[in-house]
């Protein structure tokens, strides 16, 4: 079985380390800016025995380098949203069916099949650019939900509430997916009492609205629509996995994707679960562009491998598809 078919048939973590490894050493070999960063910290192939051996590249340097193994021209670049003034991370994908094998067997794990649900979109920041990684996912679940309401409503809030309404009083299963101050504009405008509707929050207020603690936005958003829990996703542009939440913020990863809290005095040591920490990330479905990557995301690890964003550093940009919490 090829590596990256096995990639996505992980069920141990024994399989998780050894899948890391050989893909620790494909990337050494063939991507340069890696193979350049691992050999500055005296790191190869030859040293490095588990997942704690290996050197997790930052990921600023997406902003600057072309994170990419071997010469092919990539089939896709997805851009981060960033912020005025600042600069864009770019994710060169070589092969896109990687990304849909990764969100689209995710999905399935966390919600089941995209047919059983009429999913509705509410993301006008990110329609509103191209490049986005989110509206690839996004585009591609609404085509396979077959569903004539599935769609994405960029500023038609009236009617999105209309059919939301309707849908969920049917008994219609409904997802509806949005970018938080989009969603706070939807219930400052209607109220609703959704039963049968899962609502998701992505992050971020896109400078829309001032940035607001994880807990009161859910709260809020919760009273809007009627709900007992708001959904999240994690996941950002230099990644090709997204972890989900059901409620309250504590998020499940894919088999495929891991997180690691590395001390923030210490870049190169691990912290145990239950303390926070900076968030390294090894995404598998990264295969051909840098699977360990080193976040400016503050978070913690718990005992079940859920895992939970506190925040970010000080210094760092407020990047798209990530809460800040202040």
Not at 196 to 221: A, F, P, S, W
Request: net charge neutral; proline share 2%; glycine share 8%.
């Amino acid at each position: 079985m090829k590596l990256e078919e096995r990639i996505f048939s992980i069920k141990t973590d024994k399989e998780f380390e050894e899948i890391s490894l050989e893909v620790f050493d494909y990337q050494f070999k063939n991507n340069e800016v890696y193979k350049e960063f691992c050999s500055y910290l005296k790191k190869n192939p030859a040293n490095v025995h588990s997942v704690y051996d290996i050197p997790f590249l930052p990921i600023e340097f997406f902003k600057s380098k072309r994170i990419f193994c071997g010469n092919n021209t990539e089939q896709q670049i997805f851009t981060s949203s960033g912020t005025i003034g600042s600069s864009t991370s770019k994710h060169f994908v070589k092969d896109i069916s990687v990304y849909e094998k990764s969100f689209r067997k995710g999905f399935e794990l966390f919600y089941g099949k995209p047919s059983e649900y009429v999913i509705l979109a509410l993301l006008p920041s990110y329609l509103e650019r191209s490049g986005s990684s989110l509206i690839y996912m996004v585009e591609d679940l609404i085509k396979q939900s077959n569903n004539t309401n599935s769609g994405f409503y960029l500023y038609e809030l009236d009617k999105l509430a209309e059919i939301l309404d309707n849908l969920d009083k049917k008994g219609q299963k409904t997802l509806l997916i949005g970018v938080s101050f989009a969603l706070l504009d939807l219930t400052e405008k209607h109220q609703f009492q959704l039963k049968n509707t899962i609502v998701m929050e992505t992050g971020g207020m896109k400078g829309r609205r001032k940035e607001l603690i994880r807990e009161e936005l859910h709260r809020i958003l919760c009273d809007g629509f009627g709900t007992q829990q708001i959904h999240s996703e994690y996941g950002m542009t230099e990644l090709l996995s997204q972890g989900y939440s059901s409620g309250k913020g504590i998020f499940k990863t894919v088999p495929w994707l891991k997180i690691l809290i590395r001390d923030t005095n210490d870049a190169l040591s691990f912290l145990p679960n239950g303390k926070s920490g900076g968030v390294n990330i090894i995404d598998l479905a990264n295969i051909h562009s840098c699977s360990f990557i080193a976040t400016q995301d503050l978070g913690k690890v718990y005992n079940d491998n859920t895992f939970e964003i506190l925040g970010r550093f000080d210094n760092a940009d407020i990047r798209g598809c990530n809460l800040l919490v202040m």
